[in-house]
């Protein structure tokens, strides 16, 4: 028998962020590289070990296959325990039939066999694409001490932002009246962060009546968190206050990876846990001038470079120049190449004196202007100029 | 021969006494050395991605920095079923003196193992090397034993013990400490041989109160079928701090770091989770090496800085290397150090060796 775990934690990690274009091709969006040597899944998974969670699902669904060579036994984030630790939760046949995961719900649901092996007290569900740190015990002392049946983690966000999220609007004491998916007129700044704490004996209550429903999208948002205020439940929501970013576009992925440049955005980096490239230190060579970037191992950096996060094993040739961009693992900026502004994925090669993305004050119209996108292994041609906001997903030549 | 069916034996304490204050509280196979590694994983990883599945270190003294840095030998992916790292302390009532009365003390765990042959090896070789080839020659010399060498300038304060062998690799003579000048056929300290005559000649060597190893080799090559292998990448022996300095400063080279950080062969050492390095807005750093988990505001020429190290804004260093966690505060300028672990430099010292004298500051120390 499998000892109990008060909390178990399952990471929605099978869509496939259609908005984040090339860079998901072949992968899932939690397995995007981010900060110059972390995917995004790292984040989640470090917060749970942080937080003393021992038990955490991963569904995976689309492009999986990177996702799951890189959790592997889940030994990066102390998740190999003998009876429990990282596992990957793929779609499966079964007797009754086989089905995809319809919707966030209905991936929790064709689990509830795992979540009942631990026979758990509380489940965690997270999202496998935020950039964030968060002891989850706060949250689950605030659960507790308001005895409800699902605490909803909610972070203030600007006003003029607001309809962009799904907006929890409270009563005084934090207990949820109302949910308002992505509003016109948002009545409050309380934005659901995507994390939820239930009581497992009611959300797999709440699970069961949802599949029963053939009128449901099987989405928590949608279906399950309005029937249980419907029914009544105690709903809360749990104030956060700290670093928070849904990395689901171009834009908010840069912005992130940016904000770690940023001495004034409270995000660190302890305790964040990853696998770890197998390479020497760095090199900067003679003459060139660096100034706030990230640099991972392996890097062998000939051209200058500024507000930029490389990842390991980069090659910057001589003369190359590059400025608040995101150079992605293995990827090679030869000679005299200028990459401004772009996020160029793994293993790309940008050729010589070719010139990739603008910066914003070049750019006449601002409405042209936008992050220029290289996809993973492409070939871009010496003397190519690939404009900004381009996604490429093909090898260029002039 | 199969890989698998050779245990991998690492003496942990070469060229102790040469490499004076590096060795002072630890092995030398604890020795930070480029910026993230430790000597022992050049030899330890060599083994691993040979396929040498068991592999037993030799500790003598200062172990505990050795002992922290294996851990469970999982760096290595050598903590399996099938697989591990031992590391074999002196015990009670037991001399660890010299090589030959060590490994006769050991006897009895060389017995129990279970692969076939033994390959010896020390711990200050800096190469990446696949031994599959040395096993092959050795099985199809149908050779008693096979000495590696490199043909190579005598490291500075290193006993040399040349070699040379006809056109078929036999070994004809061994020289200990012979007058050379420039290159010549360099013992690096690793041998190979079935473990069955492993024993006998250890057991032969202390009945006949024969203790030095180096001479009992040299004898070996008269009585067995011995043969040489020559290290096929390049080699550095890391003798003296002026070996470990120079070592550490050729490593700017980027073909000798493409030759030695393979991708298919990779030097795997202990990690931490250190974050990727930052650069401040006043940073400026020249021909140098940095690892992960760095911040670096200020000044840096010539440098290999491993991680965790925080350099001030306005501080000034040049031709040092420094090892992990040490932190230099502002508008020091320090010249030609090797600053070892856990040392704080407090703000607006100046220090500096020479290029011929590089000088050591202590573990720990605060200045």
């Known amino acids: 028998m499998i000892p109990k775990q008060k909390v178990v934690a399952m990471v929605l990690a099978g869509g496939q962020g259609s908005r984040l274009g090339v860079l998901t091709k072949k992968l899932a969006k939690p397995a995007v590289p981010f900060g110059g040597k972390y995917r995004i899944i790292d984040f989640p998974l470090s917060n749970c070990v942080n937080s003393g969670i021992e038990a955490v699902g991963i569904l995976t669904q689309y492009q999986p296959l990177v996702l799951n060579e890189y959790i592997g036994n889940g030994q990066p984030w102390d998740l190999d325990g003998m009876h429990s630790g990282a596992n990957c939760l793929s779609p499966y046949e079964a007797k009754g039939g086989k089905e995809w995961y319809t919707g966030t719900a209905n991936a929790i649901y064709q689990n509830i066999s795992y979540i009942d092996r631990y026979n758990p007290d509380y489940v965690l569900i997270l999202s496998g694409d935020h950039i964030y740190k968060m002891d989850y015990n706060d949250m689950l002392e605030f659960h507790k001490k308001n005895n409800a049946a699902c605490t909803i983690a909610a972070i203030d966000v600007p006003k003029e932002e607001a309809s962009r999220f799904g907006i929890l609007n409270t009563n005084k004491d934090g207990s949820i009246y109302e949910f308002d998916e992505k509003p016109e007129h948002p009545k409050s700044t309380n934005a659901s962060m995507g994390i939820y704490i239930f009581s497992w004996k009611e959300l797999r209550k709440y699970l069961k009546e949802d599949a029963e429903d053939p009128d449901s999208s099987n989405d928590f948002g949608k279906n399950v968190l309005p029937a249980m205020l419907d029914a009544g439940e105690r709903m809360f929501a749990y104030p956060f206050e700290g670093y928070w970013k849904d990395v689901g576009t171009i834009d908010s992925l840069w912005e992130a990876n940016m904000d770690l440049l940023d001495p004034n955005v409270g995000l660190d980096l302890n305790n964040v846990y990853s696998r770890n490239p197998m390479m020497p230190p760095h090199y900067i060579a003679d003459g060139v001038t660096i100034q706030n970037s990230l640099i991972a191992d392996g890097c062998n950096v000939y051209g200058d470079l500024e507000f930029s996060i490389l990842f390991a094993g980069v090659k910057i040739g001589k003369g190359a120049t590059i400025n608040s961009s995101i150079i992605m693992p293995g990827a090679v900026i030869e000679d005299g190449a200028t990459v401004e502004f772009a996020i160029v994925a793994e293993n790309a090669v940008i050729g010589k004196n070719a010139k990739v993305g603008a910066n914003p004050s070049e750019v006449k119209n601002r409405d042209d202007w936008g992050v220029t996108v290289i996809g993973d292994n492409l070939k871009i041609g010496d003397n190519v100029v690939v404009p900004p906001k381009a996604m490429i997903d093909k090898d260029m030549e002039v | 021969m199969k890989s698998n069916d050779v245990f991998g034996l690492i003496f942990s304490n070469s060229c102790e006494d040469t490499l004076t204050e590096l060795t002072a509280h630890r092995t030398t196979a604890s020795v930070p050395i480029g910026g993230k590694y430790r000597m022992i994983d050049f030899v330890l990883s060599n083994l691993a991605n040979s396929n040498v599945n068991n592999v037993g270190i030799i500790a003598k003294s200062g172990f505990m920095s050795l002992m922290d840095h294996i851990g469970s030998g999982s760096a290595w992916d050598l903590s399996k079923k099938r697989s591990g790292i031992t590391i074999l302390p002196p015990y009670a009532g037991v001399n660890f003196s010299n090589k030959i009365e060590t490994l006769y003390q050991l006897r009895g765990y060389f017995e129990d193992i279970e692969e076939d042959y033994i390959l010896l090896s020390e711990s200050n070789n ?242």
Not at chain 2, 233 to 252: D, W
Not at chain 2, 331 to 336: D, G, K, Q, V
Request: charged share 25%; net charge negative.
């Open chain 2, 126 to 367: 800096i190469f990446n090397v696949d031994f599959t080839e040395l096993f092959y020659l050795h099985s199809v010399n149908e050779a008693d034993i096979t000495l590696v060498y490199k043909n190579m300038l005598v490291p500075e304060k290193f006993i040399p013990m040349t070699i040379s062998h006809d056109n078929v690799g036999k070994v004809e003579k061994v020289l200990i400490q012979p007058n050379v000048k420039g290159k010549c056929n360099l013992y690096l300290g690793s041998l190979i041989l079935k473990k069955e005559l492993f024993l006998e000649l250890i057991n032969k060597a202390i009945a006949e109160n024969e203790l030095d190893f180096d001479r009992l080799i040299q004898k070996w090559v008269d009585e067995y079928d011995v043969y040489a292998y020559e290290c096929p990448s390049t080699c550095a022996v890391i003798s003296s701090m002026n070996e470990y300095y120079k070592f550490n400063m050729e490593l700017m080279n980027e073909e000798l770091r493409d030759e030695l950080f393979k991708a298919d062969r990779p030097i795997l050492t202990k990690v931490r989770d250190d974050a990727p390095c930052k650069y401040g807005l006043t940073s400026s750093v020249k021909n140098s090496l940095v690892s992960q988990g760095c911040f670096i505001e200020g000044e840096v020429e010539n440098c290999v800085i491993s991680k965790g190290v925080h350099i001030a804004k306005g501080a000034k260093v040049s031709n040092c290397i420094i090892m992990q966690d040490s932190e230099i505060d502002s508008n020091c300028n320090l010249n030609y150090l090797i600053i070892d672990k856990d040392v704080k430099i407090t703000s607006g010292k100046s220090m500096a060796g020479a290029d011929s004298y590089p000088i050591h500051i202590e573990k720990k120390s605060v200045i």
